[in-house]
């Protein structure tokens, strides 16, 4: 996959990921066939899939084999499908429309829901400890590294952030907290993961990796506040201008339209002059972060 063009190497990542997921998730068919049926459901056939993106290209750092790159994806995945199940449930979100079509909730039930996204995150963690990653000291690494990313000091601690701040204004250190945690770390996870499937990186390597992944995860959320204002809900498949309507504290209420727009661009560049010293294993993670900051959903 390393010679082709990145919208080529792109889709090929994408649909590698879509047929391990779909091995890995249990068959609609087997008991308790509901709950299998709605986990399918909510982690199959949509998304962009930029954090296995990331983990793939970061792979390409270290020389990672991509059966273990398949396994690092889906775990990525499959929780951030998970947060994507419960975020929209309505003691979160309340939303109706997710990558095109209707929540999980809501085109089964919010118990089967709030069931979905346990045994996705759940599964995430069984793909990682029952793979071979040759080290297992390494292995427990990472199913660390995806633990904290997931939970209260990570997404969850994020989200919670989040739900206390709606209708408060924030400043933008407290702003910048509550999105390393909730959408930054999943991020960072996804791509020092991809790192770790592979030759261990020297320790500048891996700092630099990781300050790389921090201003990505922070440049994917400027982008997505960005994109809720300006995009349509039939480019975004999800609810458009949910945001300003739930008063939500965002980059553009901080900054305005103009500044958050600039402030992506800042971000990308100090994201790329991190990766400056890997030269050309770095070309995925490169083309990665330019999609990132211009991508139109
Ligand atoms: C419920 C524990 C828990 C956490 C929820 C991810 C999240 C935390 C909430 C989603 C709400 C949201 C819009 C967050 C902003 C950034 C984000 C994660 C957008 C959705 O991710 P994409 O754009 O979605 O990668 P696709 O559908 O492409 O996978």
């Given at each position: 996959?390393?010679?082709?063009?990145?919208?080529?190497?792109m889709?090929?990542?994408?649909?590698?990921?879509?047929?391990?997921?779909?091995?890995?998730l249990?068959?609609?068919?087997?008991?308790?066939?509901?709950?299998?049926?709605?986990?399918?459901?909510?982690?199959?056939?949509?998304?962009?899939?930029?954090?296995?993106?990331?983990?793939?290209a970061?792979?390409?750092?270290s020389g990672?084999?991509?059966k273990?790159?398949?396994?690092?994806?889906?775990?990525?995945e499959?929780?951030?499908?998970?947060?994507?199940?419960?975020?929209d449930?309505p003691?979160?979100?309340?939303?109706?429309?997710?990558?095109?079509?209707?929540?999980?909730?809501?085109?089964?039930?919010?118990?089967?829901?709030?069931?979905?996204?346990?045994?996705?995150?759940?599964?995430a963690?069984?793909?990682l400890?029952?793979?071979?990653?040759?080290?297992?000291a390494?292995?427990i690494?990472?199913?660390?590294?995806?633990?904290?990313?997931?939970?209260?000091?990570?997404?969850?601690?994020g989200?919670?952030i989040?739900?206390?701040?709606?209708?408060?204004?924030?400043?933008?250190?407290?702003?910048?907290?509550m999105?390393?945690l909730?959408?930054?770390a999943?991020?960072?996870?996804?791509?020092l993961?991809?790192?770790?499937?592979g030759?261990?990186?020297?320790?500048?390597?891996?700092?630099?990796l990781?300050?790389?992944?921090?201003?990505a995860?922070?440049?994917?959320?400027?982008?997505?506040?960005?994109?809720?204002?300006?995009?349509?809900?039939?480019?975004?498949?999800?609810?458009?201008?949910?945001d300003?309507?739930?008063?939500?504290?965002t980059?553009?209420?901080?900054?305005?339209?103009?500044a958050?727009?600039?402030?992506?661009?800042?971000?990308?560049?100090e994201?790329?002059?991190?990766?400056?010293?890997f030269?050309a294993?770095?070309?995925r993670?490169?083309?990665?972060a330019?999609?990132?900051?211009?991508r139109?959903?």
């Amino acid at each position: 996959m390393n010679a082709l063009p990145f919208a080529e190497w792109m889709s090929a990542v994408q649909g590698r990921v879509e047929n391990a997921l779909c091995r890995c998730l249990p068959d609609a068919d087997s008991v308790p066939q509901r709950l299998h049926a709605a986990m399918r459901y909510a982690a199959l056939g949509g998304g962009k899939r930029v954090r296995p993106l990331l983990a793939f290209a970061a792979g390409e750092l270290s020389g990672a084999p991509t059966k273990r790159l398949d396994r690092v994806a889906c775990a990525v995945e499959l929780i951030h499908a998970y947060s994507l199940v419960h975020d929209d449930l309505p003691c979160m979100d309340d939303d109706t429309l997710r990558r095109g079509r209707p929540t999980c909730h809501i085109e089964y039930d919010e118990a089967t829901a709030l069931l979905v996204g346990d045994s996705l995150q759940t599964l995430a963690f069984e793909l990682l400890a029952d793979a071979d990653f040759g080290e297992p000291a390494r292995q427990i690494e990472m199913i660390a590294l995806l633990a904290r990313a997931s939970g209260s000091r990570g997404m969850a601690g994020g989200q919670a952030i989040d739900l206390a701040a709606v209708g408060k204004p924030l400043e933008q250190p407290e702003l910048e907290l509550m999105h390393a945690l909730k959408t930054g770390a999943l991020i960072r996870a996804a791509v020092l993961l991809g790192a770790l499937a592979g030759t261990p990186l020297t320790d500048d390597e891996r700092a630099r990796l990781d300050r790389f992944a921090r201003r990505a995860g922070l440049l994917f959320q400027v982008v997505d506040d960005i994109l809720d204002c300006t995009a349509s809900t039939a480019t975004l498949g999800k609810t458009a201008g949910k945001d300003e309507a739930a008063a939500k504290p965002t980059y553009v209420a901080l900054l305005g339209l103009e500044a958050a727009r600039a402030y992506a661009g800042e971000l990308r560049a100090e994201a790329l002059a991190e990766l400056a010293v890997f030269g050309a294993r770095a070309a995925r993670l490169t083309q990665l972060a330019d999609f990132i900051c211009h991508r139109p959903f």
